[in-house]
Nanobody, 124 residues
Framework: QVQLIESGGGLVQAGGSLRLSCAAS????????MGWFRQAPGKEREFVAA????????NYAASVKGRFTISRTNAQNTVYLQMSSLKPEDTAIYYC?????????????????WGQGTQVTVSS
């Protein structure tokens, strides 16, 4: 049974930082591209960042590039999203997802497994 469990969300002031974690029970973790998506109230789910199996290939949404960093530790079956210089528009539920792909992809319907999400709220 596949499980992706996000943690690390919370309330932070604009300009602050948070680190999200996603612990995966997913067989051979290193075979999966891992991604982060987010969904704000009244909006569609959108791509945030993704990372390939080795960490050597990453992809970021333009809105977070330079502020967010995705990384992974295969030995611990965990992927991280370090978020800095947070803005109120970053407020959303953040989801971790796994994709049986080789390169980091950006479309949510390409991902095979999803976590339940963790809330991030950035106050102005």
């Amino acid at each position: 049974q596949v499980q992706l469990i996000e943690s690390g969300g919370g309330l932070v002031q604009a300009g602050g930082s948070l680190r999200l974690s996603c612990a995966a029970s997913i067989g051979t973790f290193s075979r999966y591209v891992m991604g982060w998506f987010r969904q704000a109230p009244g909006k569609e789910r959108e791509f945030v960042a993704a990372i390939n199996w080795s960490g050597g290939n990453t992809n970021y949404a333009a809105s977070v590039k330079g502020r967010f960093t995705i990384s992974r530790t295969n030995a611990q079956n965990t992927v991280y999203l370090q978020m800095s210089s947070l803005k109120p528009e970053d407020t959303a539920i953040y989801y971790c997802a796994a994709d049986r792909a080789v390169v980091p992809r950006t479309k949510s319907d390409e991902y095979d497994f999803w976590g339940q999400g963790t809330q991030v709220t950035v106050s102005s």
